[in-house]
């Protein structure tokens, strides 16, 4: 109080003796000074004075003075001094804890709303994500008197607000790495708080947690645990090591990078070192030693991923952390909670994992004589005087050995058995006086309820999925007393629920039958034929208890009722499904008998124990029900159940059993197998149509390819005929024979009809045309050339035999062309009698295969496919019409070259009316030449007509075929064809007949 009047005089003057300022004045002066004042010196002492004032009137200066401080720290940052009292002025009115000066006086606020002020002012200060920066921005400043001071201002934030703080810190550029820079600090004060803000940062926020990690914060980790001495070092340590837990716990992305930044191995000198030291056990190191195997443990726990946990549990072993774990278990010395963390640290690093579930059953324990660690351990587990967490611990561990480890199940199982029995192959007992199945059975003939629980439930482990082993252990024989045969070890468990023990006995053998009896029907028949058991069970279901535990007992017993009815083979004649199922209906009731059953779940010890693998038992009372027992109880409670009260099941009297179930499951099987092998049908059938698709498209190809010959066929017989009747007309007005006219005019009408049935001969006569026009032009260029009588006889000479000897090569030609023609045919009209024949063979294929029953997806394929084949017909359809219009077109290029033909007609008059110059020897000759050259023609017309007459027939047997695929190919389409044909070659050939009387 001298120090904040000393100073309050300083700043504001000695007030009058009358006057006694008000603490809010005061406030409210300094306040102002810090606004108005203009030298750097005021306002540095009346911060000065608002930091003193700031513990006893928080409220006050937070309320009022909060804006003016921030101005401070934006406008002065330059001065140290004046920011390092702004900071804590701030520090101390967000601090969430209370001061002593607060309690003193209570005018201003109460004391239940003093711890809510620091979490109010943080609200406020946070509103604006400047201030955040503006701290952040000062962590550059390496003065110890602003760093520290932000350090611990940005600790409070987050301590009040942490979310809030959190996303701010977040979007802020280079705001964790500026955190993360502190670390490095050489002064210890600043690295170790600032341990822990990055604490309060990374708590429940991933991203954060991300971003910290990948910013080598496992090396600042490692590092900073090194210097202090690893276990041995102080508070720091503890601090290193809970950030590190922050980063791993339930994050799987920190965890990868841990396993793969070779951090694990790192974790080994935790626990060599310790061990090393001859110093006793300090509560500091108790606590290191505590965090350091729970960073272990949150690499391997259960909940993690299963691939991360996997890998992880390799690394362990290679790099020995494993071996000095398990060496700090048999060490003697070591406190009983740091020995119960490390038996659940090791539980977890060999669950599940064959390679160190071999090394943990191979590992022995440093006695006289040694025993397996195994051994050791369910030696505590059985002792009543050990703590009971020490106990639970080693249960978890031998739960954790035996997990999905056929062989470590059948090793305890073979210690059970009599030493005359035969060994199992590639399992070995264990090699002791003391073993571990003598170890089980003592504990589960105690006096000791707890040691019944406990070794119950770990023998249930060992039967755990693991038919043959349970079928194994119904050969055990224990002798109750001296000279008393032996007894089944089935057969002593029923004895000791009959003997009214204890509930909690009770329940650990109810659930180690119900493991035992799960899957396993010789173990059903076994409990059947021992007289007692099924009225022992049938009485516990139909009393009426209210106590919690006394109905979990009789859930259970219902639960193995279910069961012997479930997997019951009928070889028990006195109580098969059927009787066992009207049994529960007349004793117990279908309805009593569901109630007692799903009561098992509604009890709050069946939902703790089924979420994890781990006891979470603090006292003997808690324990109830087994983690995989809760697994099994799950999965078969519906079909027990269902087993003996099908009605309640189904809502009527129909009943399923096994050997139903079991039908059904074959109907299935064969309804897969089934639908497979029409799958593959439809599979064959769709290859099928792909390649009758493929064998369509090149049919019709080679329908193209006969209409193109048939074509030159016809165009040939135009030729001839057009040649022949031009050789007529010159004879004939040589000769000026008017009844050859009339024969040739006869000849003409029937190559007219002849021609009027091809369609399609267009081609090749404009390739014939051509050559004519040759022919012609040498003619007209060698009358040109002649300059003497003599000399253009020898060159009518030379030309005519010239153009009789390029006739009958042409003509030659053209019966060569027919034959290959003809030949082409042939093997067309094969080949469309093997595709005619093999389109058959598919329709009826796929009407066969519409009998088999499809699924509704095929049929809809089937259906596509039929749709799809059918517009590929319209398509040929269509592109029938375009030929038709192609073929019209042609008639009209066909009266074009007739025309030009009728010019070249009088063109040949000219240069014949030319050549009458030519002596009368010459032309006679001529004549006979061209008289010879008909007779040709004649006959290679004659051959043509009967090889046209074939391919007619040929052509009007293909149109029927071509009708039978679906083509629109009609006699009336080809008579008009045939009409128009006609009448273009009739008016060419009256033309012809008009240029003959010209020539004469």
């Avoid at 079991?662 to 390649?691: A, P």
Wanted: negative net charge; charged residues 20%; proline residues 4%.
């Amino acid at each position: 109080m001298e120090l904040f009047r000393s100073v309050t005089q300083t700043v504001l003057g000695t007030p009058q003796p009358d006057q006694q300022p008000s603490g809010a004045d005061t406030v409210e002066r300094l306040i102002d000074r810090v606004q108005s004042s203009t030298l750097l010196e005021d306002r540095r002492d009346g911060c000065r004075a608002l930091k003193a004032m700031s513990r006893k009137y928080r409220v006050l200066v937070g309320a009022h003075g909060m804006d003016t401080l921030l101005q401070v720290l934006e406008a002065d940052r330059s001065d140290h001094e004046i920011v390092n009292y702004a900071l804590e002025t701030l520090v101390n009115v967000t601090a969430p804890e209370i001061f002593p000066e607060e309690c003193e006086d209570g005018d201003y606020v109460p004391d239940s709303q003093v711890s809510e002020l620091g979490g109010q002012f943080t609200e406020i200060f946070t509103k604006r994500q400047e201030n955040i920066s503006l701290l952040i921005n000062l962590l550059d400043e390496f003065d110890f008197k602003v760093r520290y001071p932000t350090i611990k201002l940005m600790t409070n934030l987050l301590k009040n607000r942490p979310k809030e703080l959190q996303q701010v810190i977040l979007v802020i550029p280079s705001g964790v790495s500026k955190l993360m820079d502190q670390l490095s600090d050489s002064r210890e004060v600043i690295r170790n708080d600032t341990l822990l803000l990055l604490t309060q940062l990374t708590k429940s926020n991933t991203n954060l947690q991300k971003i910290v990690a990948f910013e080598n914060a496992y090396d600042h980790m490692f590092e900073i645990i090194r210097e202090e001495g690893f276990a041995d070092g102080g508070v720091v340590v503890e601090d290193c090591l809970i950030l590190m837990l922050n980063l791993l716990r339930n994050n799987p992305s920190n965890q990868t990078f841990f396993k793969e930044g070779s951090y694990i191995q790192r974790l080994t000198s935790f626990f060599t070192h310790p061990l090393d030291s001859k110093e006793g056990w300090s509560a500091q190191k108790v606590t290191n030693i505590h965090y350091m195997l729970q960073l272990v443990q949150t690499l391997v726990a259960p909940q993690n991923s299963a691939q991360v946990v996997t890998s992880c549990q390799k690394v362990m072993n290679n790099c020995g952390l494993l071996q000095a774990l398990t060496s700090l278990l048999m060490a003697s010395g070591v406190p009983v909670d740091i020995l119960t963390d490390t038996i659940v640290t090791v539980s977890d690093m060999i669950r599940g994992c064959h390679p160190n579930q071999e090394f943990f059953a191979n590992m022995m324990a440093p006695s006289t004589p040694p025993r397996p660690a195994i051994v050791v351990l369910l030696m505590s587990m059985v002792n009543e005087k050990q703590p009971f967490v020490l106990r639970c611990a080693v249960l978890y561990c031998f739960q954790c050995f035996l997990y999905r480890n056929q062989n470590g199940q059948s090793q305890i199982i073979q210690t059970l058995l009599p030493q005359t029995a035969d060994v199992v192959p590639g399992t070995k007992p264990f090699p002791n006086s003391v073993t571990a199945g003598q170890l089980l059975c003592s504990g589960l003939f105690s006096p000791d309820p707890v040691s019944n629980w406990f070794a119950a439930v770990a023998l249930s482990h060992s039967l755990v999925e693991n038919v043959t082993q349970k079928e194994h252990m119904l050969r055990v024989q224990l002798a109750t007393s001296v000279g008393s045969p032996p007894v089944s070890l089935m057969q002593q468990c029923t004895s000791i629920l009959q003997a009214g023990t204890k509930i909690l006995t009770r329940l650990g053998i109810l659930m180690l039958l119900s493991t035992w009896l799960a899957h396993c029907p010789l173990a059903v028949q076994t409990l059947l034929n021992i007289p007692t058991a099924v009225p022992y069970l049938t009485a516990q279901v139909s009393a009426n208890e209210h106590d919690e535990l006394e109905r979990v007992s009789q859930g259970l017993c219902a639960f193995i009722l279910g069961l012997c009815a479930q997997f019951n083979d009928g070889s028990c004649a006195n109580f098969s499904q059927e009787s066992l199922r009207q049994l529960v209906s007349d004793r117990i009731g279908a309805e009593n008998f569901g109630d007692k059953l799903s009561g098992i779940s509604r009890i709050e010890a069946y939902s703790k124990a089924a979420k994890s693998p781990q006891l979470s038992a603090k006292q003997p009372s808690d324990l109830v029900f087994d983690h995989e027992f809760c697994r099994l109880f799950k999965t078969l409670e519906s079909s027990s159940l269902r087993a003996v009260t099908p009605q309640l099941m189904n809502g009527t009297s129909s009943e399923v059993s096994p050997a139903e179930v079991i039908k059904y499951k074959d109907i299935i099987r064969d309804q897969d197998l089934e639908i497979c092998q029409l799958k593959e049908t439809v599979n064959q059938i769709q290859s099928q149509l792909n390649e009758h698709t493929t064998d369509k498209e090149r049919l019709k190809a080679q329908i193209q390819q006969l209409h193109d010959e048939n074509t030159v066929l016809k165009a040939q017989q135009d030729i001839s005929a057009v040649g022949t009747d031009a050789v007529t007309s010159t004879t004939s007005e040589s000769t000026g024979n008017s009844t050859e006219n009339q024969q040739l005019t006869q000849q003409l009408n029937q190559l007219q009809q002849q021609l009027a049935e091809m369609t399609h001969a267009r081609d090749y006569y404009y390739y014939e045309m051509a050559k004519k026009d040759a022919e012609l032009s040498a003619l007209q260029q060698s009358n040109q050339l002649s300059d003497h009588q003599q000399s253009q006889q020898q060159e009518v000479q030379q030309t005519t035999p010239q153009n009789v000897e390029a006739t009958n090569n042409n003509s030659e030609t053209g019966t060569n062309e027919v034959q290959n023609l003809c030949k082409q045919l042939e093997d067309l009209q094969l080949v469309l009698y093997n595709k005619d024949w093999e389109i058959q063979q598919l329709k009826e294929n796929m009407k066969n295969n519409s009998n088999y029953p499809q699924e509704n997806s095929s049929a809809e394929e089937t259906g596509s496919k039929v749709l799809s084949l059918e517009k590929e017909l319209d398509q040929l359809k269509e592109l029938n019409s375009k030929l038709r219009d192609e073929n019209i077109s042609i008639d009209g290029q066909l009266q074009d070259s007739l025309s030009q033909n009728k010019e070249l007609q009088k063109q040949l008059s000219a240069v014949t009316s030319s050549e009458s110059t030519v002596s009368a020897s010459s032309d006679a000759k001529r004549c006979r030449d061209l008289e010879d050259e008909l007779e040709n023609l004649k006959k290679e017309q004659e051959d043509l007509l009967v090889l046209v007459t074939d391919q007619d027939s040929k052509m009007s047997d293909y149109r029927h075929r071509l009708r039978r695929y679906g083509e629109d190919v009609t006699d009336d389409e080809d008579d008009d064809d045939e009409d128009a044909m006609y009448g273009s070659l009739t008016g060419s050939y009256d033309d012809y007949d008009d240029d003959d009387e010209d020539l004469q």
